[in-house]
């Protein structure tokens, strides 16, 4: 695994459910492009490996990271908004998996403690790179949050250019509560802010991504005109 031995202290973990919310149903994104659901992280390796792995076997740590590698950049990229970041994410992932897979005694699915490192390790680069507090989507927006899911008949280029321009915590709320199926409660501890907070910014940022993609649909046919 491409991983030098970086010691630097990582965040605190919870525990990880690994389960979808109750009553969740997983909601596809467009086919092409974009295909990731709840169960992409869902990945079960074998408990021989991940004992091997509790005892340092590079062999088991290997093949872990394989696993996993897609899945986790994939992630860190939604929420991050940016490939290089997203890497570096993932590396510093997998350097906390490194210091912290013998503390995993198996009370939970693997995937989902890990999944919750790679969530940790991006949402703590995005304070980063956003300075202290995030840029979201007002409280006191108007913008209703009803209505289908906005991404349900996209094509996967428009929603690419879409997400692109939601605030990077309005972004990172929605892919959590609609793909990754964290619930509200969970998306607050995670964010330091409330559940009624998660809930609007999941209700607004819907309807803001599917005006978003209502305008892209509008101007498209303009560009093919002008470009025939």
Known sequence: MRVPGDRRPGPRQRPATGGRRPGATIRPWPASGIDVTAASFQIEIPDTVLARARRGELGALEQIYRAFERPAYTLALRLLGNPDHAREAVHDAMLRLLERIGQFRGDAPFWGWL???????????????????????????????????????????????????????????????????????????????SVSFSKSQVARGSQRLRALLEANEEVAPCLIATTA
Do not use: C
Request: proline letters at 8%; glycine letters at 6%; a negative charge.
């Open 115 to 193: 999944r919750q490192i790679v969530v940790n390790e991006a949402l703590m680069r995005l304070r980063r790179e956003r300075g202290i507090a995030f840029e979201e989507l007002p409280e006191d927006d108007d913008t209703p949050g009803h209505g289908p899911p906005p991404w349900a008949l996209a094509d996967a280029r428009q929603l690419e250019r879409a997400l692109e321009r939601l605030p990077a915590l309005t972004r990172s709320v929605l892919w959590l509560y609609h793909v990754e199926e964290y619930t509200h409660a969970e998306i607050a501890a995670l964010t330091g802010k």
